[in-house]
């Protein structure tokens, strides 16, 4: 069972527009939330975080917004660069497990001139 | 810190055949996890370590599959005998507390990509 979704397994955008990449989960017991960003090749680098006690998280370009209650967090990239072409993994962090990170699918982000 | 190392960054092997992926874990992080990356099920936790002890290997698909970590500073994955469909990329991350973020930051090696012929 996947705790962590991301139903949307590609997205296309173009450049300078706003991107929303969509996640879901099921366990009430996540505190934290992060986002990942991957390029071919190489291996994912954290992006961004939000605490389970906030709704939004901005840096830069990118910001991520929480709803708990529809247990569903995004993640907004605006504007939208072609350098921002990846794949974007969404992951929480169990409050009974710290140590851990439970990830999504992923959803490949295309971003054209 | 040069991150953490994989090797090799490509296998090619025939069904039936043993597999050893190695990771060097970076310096000073005591969690070393073992991921794999597949299409249907995206980045998939195998097994991880705290301090060099297995914590959770519940992941880690059939008995196959076999991980150890001898020291702090190294790690492998070992397939036998290896399958098809064990085609994928598998990626070793380490982690140290970031208190920013109020979780162990993961940072990932660059992957090992595993054929099975």
């Known amino acids: 069972d996947q705790q962590v979704k991301q139903n949307s397994p590609s997205l296309s955008v173009q450049e300078g527009r706003i991107s929303i990449l969509n996640c879901d989960y099921t366990?009430?017991?996540?505190?934290?939330f992060l986002w990942y960003k991957k390029y071919p090749a190489e291996g994912p680098t954290f992006l961004i975080s939000?605490?389970?006690?906030?709704d939004k998280n901005e840096d830069g370009r990118f910001t991520v917004f929480l709803n708990k209650s529809a247990k569903h967090l995004s993640l907004h990239i605006v504007p939208s660069q072609p350098g921002d072409s990846a794949v974007y993994f969404c992951?929480?962090?169990?409050?009974?497990?710290?140590?851990?990170?439970?990830f999504g699918t992923g959803t490949r982000l295309q971003v054209f001139p | 810190d040069a991150g953490v190392i994989q090797s090799p960054r490509h296998e090619v092997t025939e069904m039936g055949q043993e597999v050893t992926l190695r990771c060097k874990p970076i310096?000073?992080?005591?969690?070393l996890f073992w991921y794999r990356q597949t299409m249907m099920r995206g980045l998939e936790l195998l097994i991880y370590?705290?301090?060099?002890?297995?914590?959770?290997d519940s992941g880690m698909p059939e008995d196959r599959f076999s991980a150890k970590m001898p020291n702090a500073s190294f790690s492998t994955l070992k397939i036998q005998p290896s399958e098809p469909r064990d085609s994928a990329v598998y990626f070793c991350?380490?982690?140290?507390?970031?208190?920013?973020?109020?979780?162990?930051?993961?940072?990932f090696g660059p992957g090992t990509r595993l054929t099975v012929l």
């Open positions: 310096s000073g992080h005591d969690y």
């Open positions: 939000i605490s389970s006690i906030k």
């Open positions: 992951a929480a962090s169990p409050r009974y497990n710290t140590d851990k990170l439970i």
């Open positions: 370590f705290n301090n060099n002890v297995p914590i959770d």
């Open positions: 366990n009430s017991m996540f505190d934290y």
């Open positions: 991350a380490s982690s140290s507390w970031a208190s920013a973020l109020g979780v162990y930051e993961q940072f």
